[in-house]
């Protein structure tokens, strides 16, 4: 089964896809929502991400949720791709706390492949932690 790990930071959706456990390193590693005010960005946006969905043949995406208030809380933007990732008709998604990909990641010994980038960890971690 292939699984998408995300990882949303600021207007950048951190993209990593796992094949049973095997990590998959594809051109597309993120896809940015330039302008979350201008309709044809949002559309952009979506379209860019349903394509990649379908070319991959993702089965379940995993994003891993931000705090809504505090010091750490999310932006507004990131909110707004996580709803536009929810509304995929692809594939499932569900969300995981940070806690909870603390507590995989303490639980396990993670190595990470060679052709991740460093931004990509957390997101790597997302999805290994579902998988």
């Known amino acids: 089964m292939k699984t998408c790990g995300i990882e949303l930071k600021a207007n950048n ?5 796992l094949e049973d456990k095997k990590f998959i390193d594809l051109k597309t590693k993120k896809i940015t929502l330039e302008d979350d005010e201008n309709q044809n960005d949002i559309r952009s946006f ?16 995993f994003i891993k949720k931000r705090a809504k208030k505090g010091n750490f809380a999310g932006g507004a933007v990131t909110f707004k791709m996580e ?9 499932e ?16 010994e993670i190595e990470f492949p060679k052709g991740l980038k460093k931004y990509q960890e957390q997101a790597f971690l997302v999805a290994m932690s579902k998988v």
Do not use: H, T
């Open 13 to 17: 959706m951190i993209l990593v896809v």
């Open 46 to 61: 979506c379209n860019d991400f349903l394509l990649f969905l379908e070319q991959n043949k993702i089965e379940k995406v």
């Open 83 to 91: 709803g536009l990732i929810q509304l995929n008709p692809l594939c």
């Open 93 to 108: 998604v569900q969300l995981l706390s940070a806690q909870a990909i603390s507590s995989f990641e303490k639980k396990n």
